[in-house]
């Protein structure tokens, strides 16, 4: 059973490579979509910080 295995893989000489690099190309963007989500969350949450402890500390708004 191998050996039909492998002469099939000869025979027409194909393999994954192709799908290899769409998925390593696709795992890329995803992780850099994700890594643009969280810095995007962060400066939410410290411009958040930022206006409470203003409005907290100085009972105004200081921009």
Do not use: H
């Not at 290899?20 to 696709?26: A, K, R, T, Y």
């Not at 930022?50 to 409005?55: P, S, V």
């Amino acid at each position: 059973m191998a050996l039909i295995g492998v002469i099939q893989w000869f025979t027409p000489k194909l393999n994954n490579g192709l799908l290899e690099g769409l998925n390593s190309d696709f795992q890329a963007a995803k992780r850099k979509a994700l890594w643009r989500l969280f810095m995007l969350q962060q400066k939410v949450k410290a411009e958040r910080a930022i206006y409470t402890n203003c409005l907290v500390r100085f009972s105004k708004i200081c921009w």
